[in-house]
C-alpha cells in the first residue's frame, strides 16, 4: 500500500500579477522518484522550492509526512531538516572543508557530536565519490564534484524526501554523468525524490512518474515509458518534438 509522503493541494503562487502556480495538486508516495519537467517558466523550479517553503504559496496547502508546512521559525527548521535540497549552484561555504560543509547540519541542528557527524560525514563522501576530497575547501574541487558533495550535505540531515532543482544545470557535459549516477544509485536505494531537470535520460532510467508542467500547471502525469512513447497532451507533444530535434 502507497503511502503518500508529499501532499500538494489545489497550491496557487502569486507574484504580483504574475500567477506562477495555477491549482497544483501532486502526491508523492514514500520511496517514488517523482521527475518534473517542462519547459522554462512552467512553475518547475518554483513547484520544487515550495515544498520546503523557500517560496510561500499564496493558497492551498503542503504536507510532508502527514504534517503542513509551519510558516516560520523552529518548526520550519525541522521541517527543512526532513526536506533535502539541491540547487543547480552547489552553495557549500568556501571557508570551510568539505568535511565540515557536510558535518555543519548534523552538529547544528541535529545535535550530533562532532566525532559522529565526522564519521557519518565521511561515509556520505566515499558514498558520493569524494571522501579522498573531505579536507579540501570547494573552491579546490569541480563543479560535479562540489556538488556531489552538497547531495551528501542534504542526505546528512537523513532527509524523508529530497528535492533536486536542475541539479545539473551549471555544470560541464562531463559533469552531468557522474552526478546523475549518484542520484541514480539514491533511486534505486529507495529515497523520495522530487526532481526538476533538463535531463530526459534520468527521467527515463530513474523516474517512477513523469509530472509534465506548462503554464504553472500540471500539464499531465505518466510513467517514463507512457509518457516518452504516447503523450497525451499537445504541450507535451510540442515540447518533445523539440527536444528530439535539437
Known amino acids: 500500500m502507497a503511502e503518500p509522503l508529499v501532499v500538494v493541494t489545489d497550491v496557487q503562487k502569486h507574484y504580483g500579477d504574475f500567477h506562477a502556480l495555477k491549482d497544483v495538486n501532486l502526491t508523492v508516495d514514500k520511496g517514488e522518484v517523482v521527475v518534473v519537467i517542462g519547459p522554462s517558466g512552467s512553475g518547475k523550479s518554483t513547484l520544487c522550492r515550495t515544498i520546503n517553503r523557500l517560496e510561500t504559496i499564496t493558497s492551498g496547502s503542503i504536507t510532508i509526512d502527514g504534517k503542513e508546512l509551519p510558516k516560520e521559525g523552529k518548526g520550519l527548521a525541522e521541517l527543512r531538516a526532513e526536506v533535502g535540497m539541491v540547487f543547480q549552484s552547489f552553495n557549500l561555504f568556501a571557508h570551510l572543508t568539505i568535511l565540515e560543509n557536510v558535518t555543519l547540519g548534523p552538529i547544528k541542528v541535529r545535535g550530533l557530536k562532532k566525532a559522529e557527524a565526522e564519521k557519518e560525514a565521511q561515509a556520505l563522501l566515499d558514498r558520493v565519490g ?117
Open 130 to 246: 569524494v571522501g579522498h576530497q573531505a579536507s579540501k575547501l570547494p573552491a579546490q574541487l569541480s563543479g560535479g564534484q562540489q556538488q556531489r558533495v552538497a547531495i551528501a550535505r542534504a542526505l546528512a540531515m537523513k532527509p524523508k524526501v529530497m528535492l533536486f532543482d536542475e541539479p545539473t544545470s551549471a555544470l560541464d557535459p562531463e559533469m552531468i554523468n557522474e552526478v546523475l549516477d549518484v542520484m541514480v544509485s539514491l533511486a534505486k536505494e529507495g529515497m523520495t525524490m522530487i526532481v526538476v531537470t533538463h535531463e530526459m535520460g534520468f527521467a527515463r532510467k530513474a523516474a517512477n512518474r513523469v509530472v509534465f508542467m506548462a503554464d504553472g500547471q500540471i500539464v499531465e502525469q505518466a510513467t517514463p515509458d507512457e509518457f516518452f512513447t504516447s503523450p497525451k497532451s499537445d504541450r507535451a507533444k510540442d515540447f518533445l518534438s523539440k527536444l528530439i530535434t535539437h
